[in-house]
């Protein structure tokens, strides 16, 4: 009929005479095979009538499905097909919308929450695959229960309460226990919010196990516990100076209190840094990683305290910043004052010492030789008459050596 050429986007004069071939000319290749192997079933007499999907040529060029069915209404004394009649019926939108859901329903199953909607009993009218398998249950078995299945006594005096909450004011968000087939327990994160279901008013429930995430907050009280006993300040800040976290040491070393110090800026706790001097080194964490220096810090009371200052480049809060850990050098820099006068004492000493050596050594060498001078003057003096010019030459020889023998007696 004129239906049937207006599906494909044309008018029965255009595409006349219509036979079987003008079926096959529009018809996707790939739902042609499947369409003549569900016929020839027919045919042979396996299936009363025939249903199938297929793709047909536009005329604007795009496909569009349609439901194809029939069946033979005439056969021949010897079992042969004589006619045939069948229905075409467009159903594109009706294709994409079960591609969306079932696009939907893959997703549904993918994602890593569990997804429900109970009626307002409790009982489970529709549930994703992770449902089933965070409770430990397969999907049929899950399908079997309902909300108290799922849940301790004392879960379930809360959900009870909570699913009438989302029947009166529209949605409603809650932790609770719930129950795995094995018996075991797990914390979920509940949103619940008021649908409509197959035409009725229903629950849809999105929650998480949020067993790691409990885990995860334990540990992270137990850290900043550990924290706030550590010895020296640990200070969180962002790469433009704001700080983000601060341990008790922290606040003891810079006597303020957690809310005060969490609203200033790095260039209020190192005024005697330029501007430039503290981007620099920000810049030095953020580019090398990490960095150690020296500091002079400022308290809220206007006094000042050395600080050696260990920072690294870390991730808070998933943005990148930098966590200093310093210490009060005060006590170091006394010690080392006082160390710095005793190495000097002890040095001098040790000098004075060394020149007494010294001093010491030189002179009985000195006064080896001058033995020498004296032994070997008087032996040639010996030799030689004293109207000799050279007898006294030799005596002045001697009378300097004497004189300089004295002088290292002193």
């Known amino acids: 009929n004129e239906r049937w050429a207006e599906i494909?986007?044309?008018?029965?004069?255009?595409?006349?005479?219509v036979s079987i071939k003008t079926w096959e000319k529009f018809c996707h290749p790939d739902d042609l095979k499947a369409s003549n192997a569900i016929i020839e079933r027919h045919f042979r007499g396996e299936l009363d009538s025939y249903e199938i999907k297929i793709r047909m040529r536009h005329k604007s060029g795009e496909w569009v499905w349609i439901m194809a069915r029939g069946r033979v209404v005439k056969w021949s004394d010897d079992g042969r097909p004589l006619i045939m009649m069948g229905t075409h019926q467009e159903i594109t939108e009706l294709k994409k919308a079960e591609e969306r859901i079932a696009l939907l329903a893959q997703m549904a199953d993918m994602t890593p929450g569990s997804i429900v909607v109970t009626d307002y009993e409790g009982r489970l009218i529709y549930s994703n695959q992770t449902a089933a398998e965070m409770h430990g249950y397969s999907p049929e078995e899950f399908m079997s229960l309902s909300v108290k299945d799922l849940n301790l006594p004392e879960g379930i005096e809360l959900i009870l309460p909570r699913i009438r909450e989302v029947e009166e004011k529209g949605e409603s968000s809650f932790e609770v226990m719930h129950k795995r087939k094995d018996g075991t327990v797990f914390p979920g994160y509940f949103h619940a919010k008021k649908i409509e279901w197959k035409g009725k008013q229903a629950v849809l429930s999105l929650s998480m196990d949020i067993t790691e995430s409990k885990k995860a907050e334990e540990r992270k009280a137990l850290l900043a516990q550990m924290a706030d006993i550590a010895?020296?300040?640990i200070i969180v800040h962002d790469f433009e100076g704001k700080i983000l976290y601060v341990n008790q040491r922290a606040l003891e070393m810079n006597r303020c209190s957690r809310e005060k110090l969490l609203s200033l800026n790095l260039k209020d706790l190192e005024p005697l840094e330029s501007s430039k001097a503290i981007q620099n080194r920000i810049r030095d964490i953020e580019e090398k990683g990490e960095t150690v220096f020296?500091?002079?810090?400022?308290?809220?009371?206007?006094?000042?305290?050395?600080?050696?200052?260990?920072?690294?480049?870390?991730?808070?809060?998933?943005?990148?910043?930098?966590l200093c850990i310093s210490i009060d050098l005060t006590d170091k820099k006394k010690a080392e004052e006082e160390q710095k006068k005793l190495q000097a004492q002890l040095t001098q000493a040790q000098k004075m010492e060394s020149i007494g050596r010294l001093a010491g050594g030189v002179a009985h060498d000195f006064n080896n030789m001058l033995g020498v001078i004296l032994g070997h003057s008087e032996l040639a003096m010996d030799f030689l008459s004293k109207e000799d010019p050279l007898y006294g030459d030799l005596k002045e020889i001697m009378k300097a050596a004497r004189?300089?023998?004295?002088l290292t007696q002193h």
């Open 403 to 406: 004189r300089s023998a004295d």
């Open 231 to 233: 010895p020296g300040s």
């Open 8 to 17: 494909i986007g044309y008018t029965l004069e255009e595409i006349s005479p």
């Open 294 to 322: 020296e500091i002079e810090h400022k308290r809220i009371d206007g006094t000042t305290y050395p600080g050696q200052v260990y920072a690294k480049k870390i991730e808070w809060e998933e943005k990148p910043a930098a």
